[in-house]
């Protein structure tokens, strides 16, 4: 059973174009996360769900824009796809605990965009 | 959240231990360090993470040292499936959730 999914695992698409990548998360998890990875490998939070709600949003273009219509999923909607937007996209789930030990992340296996 | 500091790669025989070694000297009080490590063209994975204590699973054991400026992960027996990016986060358990990556340790496990 796949824990963390995404499609499409593969996205390319030209500049300017609209498109959207979706996740799915079967661990019953109250959170859920995207993250970024450029070509040079570094991992950027850009937003998290708590709920449906909004909590993070890490100075990401309007041009993101996530939408959670439950907390099982956490879609990432992108407008005017540009050349800088080509990255991994990867999303992830987790359990808050508040005042706990700590909140392990289960991640997707990553969608890589490409912008051309 | 406190920066860290690891060895950009690190080359470990199949078999042995791999000591993956995290400075992280300006961690505060109520700051956890957490182990990710993300295997060539897939997302990251959980480790392991800790306060104050050693830690151990199934996976690894964590030393963290008494002042808690820097830490040590050990994978006891590595294999070839451990070649990965290792990075190590400290972070505030709070409602900020979250995770700050940086370079990470690139560790290939050689046979």
């Known amino acids: 059973d796949t824990a963390v999914s995404q499609t499409p695992k593969y996205l390319v698409t030209q500049m300017g174009n609209d498109k959207s990548i979706k996740c799915e998360q079967n661990l019953g998890h109250d959170t859920m996360y995207w993250y970024k990875q450029d070509s040079k490998k570094f991992l950027k939070i850009m937003f998290s769900?708590?709920?449906?709600?909004?909590?993070i949003n890490e100075t990401v273009p309007n041009r993101f824009s996530p939408k959670s219509p439950d907390k099982a999923h956490l879609n990432l909607h992108i407008n005017s796809l540009e050349l800088g937007d080509s990255a991994v996209y990867f999303c992830?789930?987790?359990?808050?605990?508040?005042?706990?030990?700590?909140?392990?992340?289960?991640f997707g296996p990553g969608t890589r965009l490409t912008v051309l | 959240d406190a920066k860290t500091t690891q060895p950009t790669s690190m080359d470990c025989a199949e078999g042995r231990a791999a000591n993956l070694p995290c400075n992280h000297s300006?961690?505060?009080?109520?700051?956890?360090v957490y182990w990710y490590r993300q295997i060539h063209s897939q997302g990251p994975q959980y480790i392991i993470h800790g306060l104050k204590n050693n830690e151990t699973n199934e996976m690894a054991s964590l030393i963290i040292t008494e002042d808690r400026k820097s830490s040590t992960l050990i994978l006891p027996h590595a294999t070839l499936r451990d070649t990965a990016v290792y990075y190590c986060?400290?972070?505030?358990?709070?409602?900020?959730?979250?995770?700050?990556f940086g370079a990470g340790t690139t560790v290939t496990v050689r046979a």
């Open positions: 300006t961690i505060s009080g109520n700051e956890y």
């Open positions: 992830a789930s987790s359990q808050v605990v508040l005042r706990g030990p700590g909140n392990e992340q289960f």
């Open positions: 986060i400290v972070r505030v358990d709070s409602n900020d959730y979250k995770l700050s």
């Open positions: 769900y708590n709920n449906k709600e909004l909590i």
